[in-house]
């Protein structure tokens, strides 16, 4: 279908931990001293992988004009996180998304129904994965540094 608009601007990457996130969880043996990576991440979003996936994602978007303001109107593009996750050697992130109290909030004035909310949640999360794939396919040049145990079983 796609979206013909104006593309949003980057997320700037703050030091959360992941596991406080609802969505993401980081295994790890000293979780104090996890490198998330997000500097060199946001490098490589400002650098064009930003603008890469959300050019891929409008393209393939379900998302109408007024969900794509709403977002923009509530900032949700800026509450966007990538995090390196070293021991799944891969981009995690966390898409931020509508809460389930936004009638009771009045969270915005063109929200009317939960179809609505569940579309641009659905939409933020996929934009959060494309994101996560460009980074890993195309910016990455970085191995993870985790080393299984060798008592792991072999399934070949």
């Known amino acids: ?3 013909e608009v104006e593309p949003p601007d980057p997320p700037e990457l703050e030091f959360v931990d992941p596991n406080e996130y609802d969505d993401a969880t980081i295994s790890a043996d000293g979780a104090d001293e996890i490198d998330y990576r997000r500097e060199e991440l946001e490098t490589f979003l400002a650098e064009g992988a930003w603008e890469q996936a959300v050019d891929e994602w ?11 303001e ?10 966007f996180d990538f995090f ?11 898409a931020p ?14 929200l009317d129904t939960w179809g609505t909310v569940s579309s641009i949640n659905a ?6 994965q494309i994101v996560s794939v460009v980074l890993k ?15 792991l079983p072999d399934f070949e």
């Open 58 to 68: 409008l393209d393939g978007t379900d998302l109408d004009e007024r969900e794509y």
């Open 84 to 94: 390196w996750d070293d021991f799944a050697d891969r981009v995690g992130y966390h």
């Open 1 to 3: 279908m796609g979206l």
């Open 123 to 128: 939409e933020l999360t996929e934009l959060g």
């Open 137 to 151: 396919e195309e910016y990455i040049d970085w191995e993870a540094e985790y080393e299984p145990p060798e008592d």
């Open 97 to 110: 998304g509508i809460p389930e109290d936004w009638q009771v909030r009045e969270y915005h004035p063109d």
């Open 70 to 79: 709403i977002i923009r109107d509530l900032d949700l593009f800026a509450e």
